[in-house]
């Protein structure tokens, strides 16, 4: 029997049900490409991405694909679009005392704290 299409609800509806060992790796992908768009219309935005950040202090996968994800948009948001519900709940992550002091989360801090001194989001930084 064929699965079906991962997607956003379905992931969450697991996450909700505590069933996070459900979750395969394609539809956290899936769920996470995905989840801008499934933002704009839902009001749990915010709550499901602290959720995930959350649940990635214990999940190594999901870890490795959000702090992978959160790099590519800081470095080309035209070509990544990460959900910026995601982006906002990075701290619920990053200020975990099993994580605060790696430097990876240290360096996604220092380019949020960076990004918020842009004068736009379509900004571009030239080094010389």
């Excluded at 602290?50 to 490795?64: D, G, M, N, P, T």
């Excluded at 994580?99 to 704290?113: E, P, R, T």
Aim: include cysteine.
């Amino acid at each position: 029997i064929a699965s079906p299409i991962p997607t956003v609800d379905i992931v969450i509806d697991k996450v909700d049900r505590s069933q996070i060992e459900k979750i395969s790796p394609l539809e956290w992908v899936f769920c996470l490409r995905k989840k801008a768009k499934w933002d704009q219309n839902n009001p749990r935005a915010q709550e499901t991405s602290e959720k995930f950040w959350q649940i990635a202090l214990h999940h190594a996968l999901l870890r490795q694909h959000l702090i992978k994800s959160l790099a590519l948009h800081y470095s080309d948001r035209k070509a990544y679009d990460l959900a910026a519900s995601l982006v906002r709940a990075f701290p619920v992550f990053a200020n975990e005392a099993q994580v605060k002091h790696l430097l990876v989360v240290q360096v996604l801090q220092a380019l949020d704290g960076a990004d918020a001194l842009m004068p736009s989001s379509n900004s571009s930084v030239t080094m010389t």
